[in-house]
Every structure is written in structure tokens, then in C-alpha cells.
């Protein structure tokens, strides 16, 4: 079994600042890629940022490049979302996946195994 446990979401002003963590934790693979995806109410779940389990390949949506950053701990099995200049339109709840078949990063969410239970983050205007 598989835990996923996010963290650091909540209400910021907009032009803020939020860091997620999301840390792993049961029976993890020796190596796999991360990803974060958001939903918004009414909207489908979207990617935002994955990262391969060397840290050496980044993605990101274009929504989101160059205010957000994903990274890693691979000896804390931990990945982290630094969220900067936020806007009113990335509340949502986001959500962390780890995809334990691969080592290379996904923008797909059908390639994600697991999920963590989410973390609101709102952004007031």
C-alpha cells in the first residue's frame, strides 16, 4: 500500500507565495516520477508540473511556467510545489501522483498510479 499525504495549501492574497509538499510513505518503488494536477469546481482535473525521479526533467503547463516549481527529495521521498505571483485562477484543490512504472515524468494523468487526497489552495483577489 501506497500513501500520498499533501501539505502547505491554504488562502493567500493574490501575488503571494505557497509551498506544497507531498510525501510518500509504504511500500514506494526503488525510483518513479511525480506529478501535481489541480481541479478547479465545475472544471476537470489538469496538469501542472511533474518531474522525473532524477530531478534532470521538469514539466509544467503553460498556465503555470515561470511562477511554479517542482523539485525533490529523493531521500525524504518528498516532492515539492513552489507557487509564486499566485492569481485568482490557480484555486483549486491540487493534488500530488506518483507513477511508479517509470522514471520519466508524465503530463498524463491516465499515467499516474497513485493519488494523494488533495490540498485547497485559494487565491483571493
Known amino acids: 500500500q501506497v500513501q500520498l499525504v499533501e501539505s502547505g495549501g491554504g488562502l493567500v492574497q493574490a501575488g503571494g507565495s505557497l509551498r506544497l509538499s507531498c510525501a510518500a510513505s509504504?511500500?514506494?518503488?526503488?525510483?518513479?516520477?511525480m506529478g501535481w494536477f489541480r481541479q478547479a469546481p465545475g472544471k476537470e482535473r489538469e496538469f501542472v508540473a511533474a518531474?522525473?525521479?532524477?530531478?534532470?526533467?521538469?514539466y509544467y503547463a503553460d498556465s503555470v511556467k515561470g511562477r511554479f516549481a517542482i523539485s525533490r527529495d529523493n531521500a525524504k521521498n518528498t516532492v515539492y510545489l513552489q507557487m509564486n505571483s499566485l492569481k485568482p485562477e490557480d484555486t483549486a484543490v491540487y493534488y500530488c501522483?506518483?507513477?511508479?512504472?517509470?522514471?520519466?515524468?508524465?503530463?498524463?494523468?491516465?499515467?499516474?498510479?497513485?493519488w494523494g487526497q488533495g490540498t485547497q489552495v485559494t487565491v483571493s483577489s
Open positions: 518531474i522525473s525521479w532524477s530531478s534532470g526533467s521538469t
Open positions: 501522483a506518483a507513477d511508479f512504472l517509470t522514471v520519466v515524468a508524465s503530463t498524463s494523468k491516465r499515467e499516474y498510479d497513485y
Open positions: 509504504g511500500r514506494t518503488f526503488s525510483s518513479y516520477a
